[in-house]
């Protein structure tokens, strides 16, 4: 069989494949809308989205939005730029509720992540850190668990910022407390320092679009890398194309003789 199809073994690195599976988790609350980070948390937040989607690359990407209830907004996708097109309109407005539940966020993530275990799967969580529910930690844990590395990535200022609400006439107040005060909503590091130590992960401040999305893309640099080398494999590169060609040169210059 080898003499009719003659051949020599050929090691060749397997094309690379998608291997990173990214949700992004962002608080919609109305404490987002605060401008303490120019032009607005929720803002800054979309910028970061859309540059490091249009810089990823053999990545799945997916959104999940959360106030006191969380949506799946974008499901998992290697259609990037889809993805990004539903970027603009992540507003408040998509949840029925407000408030902000970090374990909610968590549950919904983990329909994400079916998976028993995962070493490719990172999520980040983007939010000023307020948080009005218990348990968030062991929503955390229970994704970890999986394989699943989670960051957080603080949007906002410690000195705050007051928070504009905008009516369907399009009348602009800010936010006021029960006793008429105006609310002033600020950035809780140490919430988000805790949630990145139970997800495995580290914990970064939004200071500059461009210095966030650097982070990101490193991260998830680093979850490709978790699943190793493309593998080397082993195939044959067969002879007998050439072999015909020269007996066919050789049968042409015999019948001309």
Known sequence: MALLSPRFPETVTAPPVPVADVVFAVDVSVSMLAADTPPSRLARVRQILAQTLAGLDRTRAGVVVYAAEALPYVPLTDDLPVAASFIPAVQPTLVNQQGTRLAKAMETVGYYFTDTLRSNAVVFVLTDGENHDTGFIQSVQKLTQRGVTVHTIGVGTENGG?????????NT??????????????LEPDNLRRIAAAGRGQYFEAATTTETVRFVMQRIEEARLAVGKPPR?????????????????????????
């Open 233 to 257: 494999i082993t195939g044959y590169r067969y002879l007998f194309q050439w072999l015909l060609g020269v007996a066919l040169v050789l049968l042409l210059i015999e019948r001309l003789r």
């Open 162 to 170: 007051t928070i504009p609400l905008t009516d369907e006439k399009g």
């Open 173 to 186: 107040q800010l936010k006021t407390d029960e006793s008429g005060q105006q609310v002033v909503t600020r």
